[in-house]
């Protein structure tokens, strides 16, 4: 038989040929890991305290050498605050988006595995998150509970579930449908291999997409929260709570609002582009 | 005689249909009392046209969908119930090969780790060993060790239903249902992969259910043939018999329709009437409207399936009146 001569050099060949990484998705890359290195050292790199005040140099423009990105209204360092802010941020996004993301899937193939009446609940309660604005009920919450961190990262866990949980049902049923699902369950797997195994990694790139969606939204949701009053709470500060304070002083020194502004654009931009690129190399058949 | 290593008694399976949104829902029964045992080591065939039942006659012997009546044994016991964990354990014991070979592998998982997966599953042995048995069993379906590395858009349609055929393979089952293996395949692989079914039978003592409606492919890989129509096996008998002199009128009508090479043609049965539908079974014998030799009792009352001789049953009152005519005779002379 024909197949049987093929030599082994191609097999060998396939392991070691490295991925190739467009420019473009490289920068991203880096960019996200500055960030992550950024946030992640803090204390170590922000030239002064968060919340040092320099009263002398109030409003001052960038490019001077005791305030690089210049100062603020009380002549807090911009630098330092945007610093201090992009940990928080991404604090909130990563967690927020990792929680909705795994509450989501998770409620979605519980409702693709039951069916039944544990799927209507599943999907009234979808209904029920998307049909009420979430900035409102982020509202009440906050306003009955007070504001706090853990809170709010849980809260915003809760943002943009539904949509995982619509995706991963609908995609796990029609897995079950198709034939693999059907022959690794009659191979005699258990429903959580068949699941976490065979259906999440074929639906991956879709629920990654989903992610990259999800995760600018929760910026900007912290974000208005944060511009409202009821997120972030002063001295602790944020990339939204800045853009929200920093827009009074648009006219006169818009360095304050622009360069946390700047910051959001290129992350999630980052970020979306990192996921596109994910999603293709997830895909053995695009390769 | 010993016992058949699978015996299906009275199987029933009934679907619930529900015609447009608001229309009544109706019962379709699919599978409408099936009997038959498989002995250990023999293939039985089991063909039929479209819609006559046989793929669920497949999927209810393997447990993969719990029975309406009716019981399947598999070595002297009934089946667990579909889904619990012994269910779950009998699976290493039975499997199926499925018409679509690239439909039932993942297809973002390279061959080799597809083939492991019941082994990883079942929990056999050790690592060393499991990697040792997927190396066996690609050759043991001839398959090279480089094609493990590959995914399943990268294979032929022979080298995926080979390679499901040996995932099938490695927790060594007893019991294989073939539910329509070639059919997708072109004629030289078909008997590639039929060739491979034959020997790896007679090599590892299997015993097969091999479900189609490609006669000469029945014909070629089984010992006995079960002939569905309409959620009811009509005949059941030795294959080569069968084929040669069939009883049944809907199987005369089969045997007559497949081409044979070099044979001369006998005349051939063109069936009139509409093809079957389960949702609306006639009265009495299920293919009476179709049926050349149909008298009047066929409308009022179902054939039941009665041996007529050794090996061979029939579901027809005419085989059951000539029968009954011929020990008649038989027993004045």
């Known amino acids: 038989m024909a197949d049987v001569s093929l030599p082994e050099s191609t097999a060998a060949r396939r392991t070691i040929s490295w991925p190739k990484i467009p420019p473009l998705v490289a920068i991203a890359v880096l960019w996200v890991v500055a960030m992550l290195v950024v946030a992640i050292l803090a204390e170590a790199i922000a030239p002064y305290g968060v919340t040092k005040m320099d009263l002398r140099n109030r409003l001052s423009a960038p490019g001077n050498a005791a305030h690089w990105l210049g100062t603020d209204e009380l002549g807090r360092d911009v630098l330092t605050r945007l610093i201090f802010s992009i940990r928080i941020s991404l604090l909130i996004a990563f967690g927020a988006t990792a929680i909705s993301a795994i509450i989501g899937t998770l409620l979605g193939f519980l409702a693709a595995h039951f069916r039944g009446l544990a799927e209507q609940a599943v999907l009234m309660l979808a209904d029920f998150q998307a049909s009420m604005p979430f900035l409102i009920l982020a509202l009440a919450v906050l306003a009955f509970f007070g504001s706090s961190l853990p809170l709010l990262i849980g809260l915003m866990g809760f943002y943009g579930w539904e949509r995982y949980a619509r995706i991963a049902r609908g995609l796990a049923i029609s897995a079950t449908g198709q034939g693999y699902a059907s022959a690794i369950r009659q191979l005699g797997a258990a429903p959580s291999r068949v699941y976490l195994r065979h259906i999440l990694p074929n639906i991956a790139s879709t629920l990654i997409i989903s992610m990259t969606l999800v995760f600018p939204e929760v910026i900007l949701l912290e974000s208005g929260l944060s511009f409202l009053g009821l997120g972030v709470q002063p001295p602790m500060t944020s990339l939204g709570n800045m853009v929200g304070y920093g827009r009074e002083y648009i006219g006169s020194a818009p360095w304050i609002m622009l360069t946390p502004a700047a910051i959001i654009t290129l992350t999630t931009l980052a970020v979306s582009l990192i996921g596109d690129w994910l999603r293709d190399k997830l895909d053995p058949t695009l390769a | ?333």
Not at chain 2, 180 to 201: C, H, K, R
Not at chain 2, 226 to 232: D, F, K, T
Request: charged share 20%; with cysteine; glycine share 8%.
């Open chain 2, 1 to 333: 005689m010993t016992e058949p290593l699978v015996s299906v008694d009275g199987l029933v399976r009934t679907y619930r249909m529900r015609a447009g949104m608001f229309g009544r829902s109706r019962d379709v029964r699919a599978v409408d009392g099936v009997t038959f045992g498989i002995n250990r080591g023999e293939t039985l065939g089991l063909v039929g046209e479209s819609g006559s039942g046989k793929s669920t006659t497949g999927r209810l012997v393997l447990g993969l969908e719990n029975p309406d009546a009716g019981s399947v044994a598999f070595h002297g016991r009934p089946l667990p119930a579909t889904d619990t964990s012994e269910w779950r354990a009998s699976r290493a014991r039975m499997q199926m090969i499925f018409q679509d070979p690239l439909g039932a592998l993942d297809r973002r998982l390279p061959i080799a780790a597809q083939v492991r997966e019941p082994l990883d599953i079942h929990n056999v042995e050790d690592e060393e060993f499991r990697t040792a048995r997927v190396a066996e069993l690609m050759r043991s379906v001839r398959l090279s060790d480089d094609i493990g590395q590959r995914y399943p858009h990268e294979l032929s349609g022979g080298q995926r239903q080979r390679a499901v055929l040996a995932r099938a393979l490695a927790t060594k089952p007893d019991f294989l249902v073939c539910d329509e293996p070639v059919s997708a395949l072109d004629v030289s692989i078909q008997a590639q992969v039929v060739n491979l079914l034959i020997d790896l039978q007679a090599a590892l003592n299997l015993t097969m259910l091999f479900i189609s409606h490609d006669l000469r492919v029945v014909r070629q890989i089984s010992q006995r043939v079960a002939v569905m129509y309409l959620g009811r096996v009509v005949e059941l008998g030795n294959a080569d018999d069968l084929f040669v002199s069939p009883q049944h009128p809907y199987t005369k009508a089969l045997v007559s329709a497949s081409p044979a090479p070099g044979a001369r043609r006998t005349e051939r049965i063109v069936l009139s009437g509409d093809p079957p539908n389960p949702a609306a079974k006639p009265g009495g014998c299920a293919f009476h409207p179709r049926c050349p030799s149909a008298f009047a009792r066929c409308r009022t009352a179902a054939p039941a399936l009665v041996e007529v001789a050794p090996d061979r049953s029939v579901a027809c009152h005419l085989t059951g009146v000539e029968s009954h005519a011929a020990t008649a005779l038989g027993a004045v002379a």
